[in-house]
């Protein structure tokens, strides 16, 4: 098992992972960071969490959902998507997400991280 990257900083339209800025939106899924082509919720769709939902239960027990500036609710069709694929979804303004992301990497869990720029 890799070890789950942390998350440095964010703003300025980007992330710090483990000490490699990142511009852009973020998704880190079985403890790898990758590009995540969203800009803001509103665009937000089924297929930006195909690869979380197609890993399933065996890498993620939830997504952690960082939806930008402030806190929203998803679109209807991510939650009723991901709760059919067995994970949990929880959902935070961006800069909570990342605070979080390492608190619950340090606690062993296994989730996915999915973080709109801000």
Request: proline share 6%; hydrophobic share 50%.
């Given at each position: 098992?890799?070890?789950?990257?942390?998350?440095?900083?964010?703003?300025?339209?980007?992330?710090?992972?483990?000490?490699?800025?990142?511009?852009?939106?973020?998704?880190?899924?079985?403890?790898?960071p990758q590009?995540?082509?969203?800009?803001?919720?509103?665009?937000?769709?089924?297929?930006?969490?195909?690869?979380?939902?197609?890993?399933?239960?065996?890498?993620?027990?939830?997504v952690l959902?960082?939806?930008?500036a402030t806190?929203?609710?998803?679109?209807?069709?991510?939650?009723?998507?991901?709760?059919?694929?067995?994970?949990?979804?929880?959902?935070?303004?961006?800069?909570?997400?990342?605070?979080?992301?390492?608190?619950?990497?340090?606690?062993?869990?296994?989730?996915?991280?999915?973080?709109?720029?801000?």
């Amino acid at each position: 098992m890799r070890q789950p990257p942390s998350i440095d900083a964010y703003g300025d339209g980007g992330f710090r992972v483990s000490g490699v800025w990142r511009p852009g939106s973020l998704l880190i899924l079985d403890d790898s960071p990758q590009d995540w082509p969203v800009t803001a919720l509103a665009q937000l769709g089924l297929g930006h969490f195909a690869g979380v939902i197609a890993a399933g239960a065996a890498v993620s027990e939830f997504v952690l959902l960082g939806t930008g500036a402030t806190q929203a609710l998803p679109p209807r069709e991510i939650r009723e998507a991901l709760r059919a694929a067995r994970l949990g979804l929880e959902f935070m303004s961006t800069e909570a997400a990342a605070r979080m992301h390492n608190v619950l990497a340090s606690e062993g869990r296994r989730f996915a991280t999915a973080l709109i720029a801000v």
